[in-house]
């Protein structure tokens, strides 16, 4: 428990109400959480799939630690609408002009 000397002098801890209400002043609100699902299917779009615990009951992702390149150690660029195609045409475009 606590140090006597770091309680105020009127405290008295040897009661039994008291372990009760500061252990039952730390426990949330009822209603107000949202439902926890401690076993949530994580899927990724790589098809690696886990569980973990959430307050959503399935998740789909597109990037998880199988496929990170942070985590597999190998490059990988993530094509967001076409920019990786839009910038290897410019790209080839001025290379190609540059040699003219």
Same mark, same amino acid.
Request: a positive charge; hydrophobic letters at 25%.
């Given at each position: ?12 801890? %040897?009661? *039994? ?7 039952? #002043?730390?426990?949330?609100? &009822? $209603? ?20 973990i615990g959430s307050t959503k009951? %399935?998740? *789909? ?7 990170? #390149?942070?985590?597999?150690? &190998? $490059? ?13 045409e410019r790209l080839s475009k001025k290379q190609s002009s540059?040699?003219?």
């Amino acid at each position: 428990m606590f140090p006597s000397s770091l309680l105020p002098p009127d405290v008295d801890i %040897s009661k *039994e109400s008291y372990i009760i209400e500061t252990t039952n #002043s730390h426990m949330p609100k &009822k $209603e107000i959480h949202p439902q926890y699902f401690p076993n949530s299917k994580i899927s990724c779009s790589c098809g690696n799939s886990f569980n973990i615990g959430s307050t959503k009951e %399935s998740m *789909e992702i597109e990037v998880c630690s199988a496929c990170h #390149s942070f985590y597999t150690g &190998k $490059e990988k660029m993530v094509d967001a609408m076409g920019q990786v195609q839009k910038f290897k045409e410019r790209l080839s475009k001025k290379q190609s002009s540059k040699k003219k």
